[in-house]
């Protein structure tokens, strides 16, 4: 019986500190400055073709989706 | 960058430019985009100064994050979506043709 009431409390102890870890974890990384609502800052920045394009390009004409991924050669 | 691809044809019909933004050089994106089969730009934010404007800049991989986000055609952030929710597109997809219907 106190052995198994010992086991319970270990378990909730680590199951604490882990889910502890996990919320430091994601506090490392903060929120993106830019969130729904604002206005997106323009950028002009080259395409692999050597381009320049600007996100106003696309103003009044289209949606843009802008996808920042980390790394090329990388899935996602 | 291979999601959105699989779904451009529904994105720019619904009046949607997909661009890609990494701090990788333009000859790697060339490289990476003729491997995948990406047609769309994919846009080369060497030294990070648009990443860190947006706030997506990962000072511990000195790289961006995976951010997605959906600007309307006024220029305004409609959507945002962070790390492993912003690699699947579908739900991008269903407010472009929502937004579309509107118009």
């Known amino acids: ?76 | 960058m291979k999601a959105f691809q699989d779904q451009l044809k529904k994105l720019e019909g619904a009046d949607t430019q997909v661009l890609g933004v990494s701090m990788d050089s333009p000859f790697a994106n060339k490289a990476w985009a003729a491997q995948i089969g990406v047609t769309f730009p994919l846009l080369s934010d060497m030294g990070g100064d648009t990443s860190k404007e947006y706030g997506v800049y990962n000072s511990t991989y000195k790289a961006a994050r995976r951010v997605t986000y959906l600007i309307d055609k006024e220029g305004k952030v409609v959507e945002m979506q962070k790390d492993r929710d912003a690699i699947d597109p579908s739900s991008v997809v269903t407010s472009c043709e929502r937004r579309k219907m509107k118009s």
Do not use: C, H, W
């Open chain 1, 1 to 76: 019986m106190r052995k198994s009431i010992l086991s319970v409390l270990v378990t909730a102890l680590l199951l604490v500190s882990a889910s502890t870890a996990y919320a430091a974890d994601q506090n490392s990384t903060p929120e993106p400055k830019i969130k729904v609502g604002d206005a997106a800052p323009d950028f002009s920045l080259r395409d692999q073709t050597g381009k320049e394009v600007k996100l106003s390009d696309f103003r009044g004409k289209k949606n843009v989706v802008l996808a920042f991924y980390v790394f090329a050669f990388t899935g996602g």
